[in-house]
């Protein structure tokens, strides 16, 4: 993959995110990170006054540095902010950490040397994943914690994960015949501020939160089916008198997996019942919002994945050159995009929770009680349900926004935070649950389609069927369930559910 700083595409990060990818940078980009690395050295050989380049950092920003002290103030600036704690995040999330930083430092406004950015780039493909703590970051002066811990290993210092084993950073960087890099004015504050630690946790959270959205909508249509339930709802009037886009989007999804049913056509005619419940019925409105709140996180975490995120920021025109102190590491809109995201998975799973709730009950779903024969011997899906239900309101209390607090900070010079890293690490978590809740609907949904044979569903709901029994058999008689639930999850979470109709959310 070729690399051209602020054109990244979402496929971009979508690939370095799913696998190891072997990157370059553009060799247009070298001129303006030269340009930028020579007017530092010319701050520090006319020993002018400049931030981050030969003074203290936070409240100690009044302080002057020495020339000679210069590299020593970079080091020891990596070596004391490397204060994270918690487990490691996952190579997937390191992989975007790592290319949006090199990305971002392409741009040529923050006065790094190409040599550092070419040593990142060969750790990168060299698979060295650095030993980065997920906890310690506060969303603003950029993510400081946790970007020292990456930049350890460019030094040498620290541990990283080479084939998933955890070894000393200079032996990695040894095996694979890379040279530590010895940083110089500037050059660890640009690599340490920025937020892309915090981008590429909410990142993750996004391509997950992508798999949710059509496994659910697949999932929700097999409900209805499973329920007999009306495709009425879904009728485009209904939406476009509305104008939702997200809405008029997700009907036409449901309009589409429910097209050829001949579960649908059996009742067609004759249906006592006038309205479906609001899980079944409603579910464009619902999911088509949580569309519209997927689509905005997109917008706005490519922008920042292709921003320059470092302070200060270093001007070039050729004749001149302005060092300007801003604030662009304040991952407030990341933070906010993961906060709406954090809403869109939780909505997700408390939607298919009722109707798993809906399928299990036979005066609502028309099925047999728990949706297995002989209940009362076989409590079929009861206690699974209770997970359902668990999970759905462990999200709930995930989902509060997380950029409404902040905590002042370095003797309250930063005196307003983000806290959008936490907002994008819980992410992960309440993903994994609403894959969970949603797995659990495809089993009691798939269970209610086989009370129904001979009649078939439409042809992208069997295949997802299909592919669920190829994992998990019928449930006819009580067994051990967990692990039918997880493989179920694991096709949820995966993406696996929706493969054979990609087309209809692309």
Not at 28 to 49: K, M, T
Not at 152 to 169: C, K, P, R, W
Request: glycine share 8%; proline share 4%; net charge negative.
């Amino acid at each position: 993959m070729i690399i051209q700083p602020s054109q990244m595409t979402l496929e971009d990060l979508r690939t370095v995110w799913r696998n190891p990818t072997q990157i370059a940078l553009a060799p247009s980009a070298y001129e303006a990170i030269h340009a930028s690395a020579r007017a530092v050295d010319a701050i520090v050989e006319r020993d002018l006054p400049a931030y981050g380049i030969n003074t203290g950092f936070g409240l100690l920003a009044k302080k002057r540095i020495a020339t000679e002290q210069l590299a020593q103030l970079q080091r020891n600036l990596i070596l004391s902010h490397s204060v994270g704690t918690g487990e490691p995040l996952s190579a997937q999330v390191v992989r975007l950490v790592m290319l949006m930083k090199i990305a971002s430092l392409a741009r040529g406004f923050s006065g790094i040397r190409a040599e550092v950015i070419d040593t990142m780039i060969a750790i990168f493909n060299a698979g060295i994943t650095p030993n980065i703590p997920a906890k310690g970051s506060v969303g603003a002066s950029g993510d400081l914690a946790p970007l020292s811990h990456m930049t350890l290993a460019l030094m040498g210092e620290g541990q990283v994960f080479v084939n998933g084993a955890l070894v000393d950073a200079q032996t990695a960087l040894r095996h694979a015949g890379i040279t530590p890099v010895v940083l110089q004015a500037k050059e660890g504050l640009a690599l340490i501020n920025g937020t892309q630690v915090s981008t590429a946790l909410t990142l993750h959270g996004l391509f997950l939160a992508e798999r949710l959205f059509a496994s659910a909508t697949v999932v929700g249509a097999m409900s209805i089916d499973a329920a007999k339930g009306s495709d009425a709802p879904f009728d485009p009037r209904v939406h476009e008198v509305r104008g939702q886009a997200g809405q008029i989007a997700s009907a036409s999804m449901y309009r589409n997996l429910l097209k050829g049913s001949e579960i649908r056509r059996s009742h067609i005619e004759g249906d006592e019942r006038v309205q479906d419940p609001y899980s079944l019925r409603c579910q464009p409105q619902v999911m088509g919002a949580c569309l519209d709140l997927i689509h905005n996180a997109r917008r706005t975490l490519l922008i920042e994945a292709n921003a320059v995120t470092d302070n200060p920021l270093i001007f070039v025109d050729g004749v001149s050159t302005d060092v300007i102190s801003g604030g662009n590491f304040h991952a407030e809109p990341v933070a906010f995009a993961a906060d709406t995201l954090a809403l869109a998975i939780s909505e997700i799973g408390a939607l298919s929770e009722r109707r798993v709730a809906l399928l299990i009950d036979a005066n609502l779903s028309g099925l047999p009680a728990f949706l297995v024969d002989n209940p009362g011997v076989n409590s079929g899906f009861m206690i699974a349900h209770v997970t359902a239900a668990a999970l759905a309101s462990e999200n709930k209390s995930l989902a509060h926004p997380a950029s409404v607090d902040s905590l002042p900070t370095s003797a309250n010079q930063e005196d307003h935070v983000s806290m959008a890293t936490y907002a994008g690490r819980r992410l992960h978590e309440m993903a994994q649950n609403t894959a969970t809740i949603v797995g659990i609907e495809l089993l009691a949904a798939a269970q209610g389609i086989d009370y129904h044979r001979p009649l078939r569903s439409s042809e992208c709901i069997e295949q997802a069927h299909g592919l669920l029994r190829t994992q998990v058999a019928r449930y006819g008689e009580d067994r051990l369930f967990a692990p039918d639930i997880e493989a179920a999850k694991q096709l949820v979470i995966t993406g696996e559910l929706t493969q054979h109709c990609r087309e209809l959310f692309e």
